[in-house]
């Protein structure tokens, strides 16, 4: 191993080591704990020592982390307030270190809770926050039009989920707090009222919206998770009749929430 890469591994590993949390939104660099062979090689300055110059980058990296998990889960800092947030955050992100892409950075946090000993409403809260950051960032299919009509009889295209679509059942509706918690609005404490339903998360454009639907659209739509609109509507109707008479209405209200996406039926998997 070079020196230089020796460095840099003993750099990385120093700056990314966890902060001791102190309470009342105070954090520290434990110097303890800092490789001596690194703080050698670091050069004082300024009246600022190796010990201080290498705290202020593990500071730096901490706060940007932290801050991040604070945007991406407004629920969960709302729920247990951002003291209680932030070591939680830091002990997720210590066992699963980020990577390139920090749009991913709480991609596993919801998994990662849910084996904590903590309340179910929480984890709850971190699932809805992961789909709402998901709807967000993912791409875009065409959207079908008038044009399509021939292919799409023909068999030459299908209707699919759009990949911003997410579903999820929760025991209470918690978009529009965490939509007025993006926008920093004032919000009563504690989680919404109880009601329990089954949410569908989309996005056009750039506006994000969740629209609770009934049980047996909700079926269609996890059906189309590997599925076109058409079979996963055969396998509903086939156990379910009374859906048929439900089906323009559905198809109305994806195509008003940009639901649909076409694609080739080559590219179809399932």
Do not use: C
């Not at 709850?124 to 065409?142: M, Q, Y």
């Amino acid at each position: 191993m070079t020196a230089l890469r020796d460095f840099q591994e003993r750099w990385a590993d120093s700056t990314s080591a966890p902060l001791r949390f102190l309470g009342q939104g105070r954090a520290e660099v434990p110097a303890e704990d800092y490789d001596r062979k690194l703080l050698a090689s670091i050069l004082p300055g300024n009246g600022v020592d190796a010990v201080a110059r290498l705290g202020a980058y593990r500071l730096q990296y901490w706060f940007r982390l932290i801050t991040l998990m604070q945007k991406d889960f407004p629920l969960a800092g709302h729920l247990l307030g951002w003291e209680e947030f932030n070591p939680l955050a830091a002990s997720y992100l210590k066992e699963h270190p980020p990577t390139s892409d920090l749009d991913l950075l709480g991609r596993d946090f919801p998994t990662w809770l849910g084996k904590q000993d903590l309340p179910a409403l929480l984890v709850e809260s971190t699932r809805v926050d992961l789909a709402w950051n998901l709807a967000f960032g993912a791409a875009d299919l065409p959207v079908p039009g008038p044009e399509d009509v021939d292919r799409l009889a023909a068999g030459e295209i299908g209707i699919v989920l759009q990949p911003s679509v997410r579903i999820l059942s929760a025991s209470r509706n918690w978009f529009p707090l965490r939509i007025s918690l993006a926008e920093g609005d004032a919000v009563p404490a504690g989680p919404p009222k109880p009601r329990r339903g089954t949410f569908v998360v989309s996005r056009t454009g750039s506006v994000l919206r969740a629209e609770s639907v009934e049980p047996l659209l909700a079926k269609v739509l996890r059906g189309m998770r590997n599925r076109s609109w058409i079979e996963s509507l055969e396998r509903i109707v086939g156990t379910h009749p009374e859906a048929e008479e439900r089906v323009s209405d559905w198809f109305s209200l994806g195509i008003s929430l940009g639901w649909w996406g076409v694609v080739e039926t080559s590219h179809r998997s399932g």
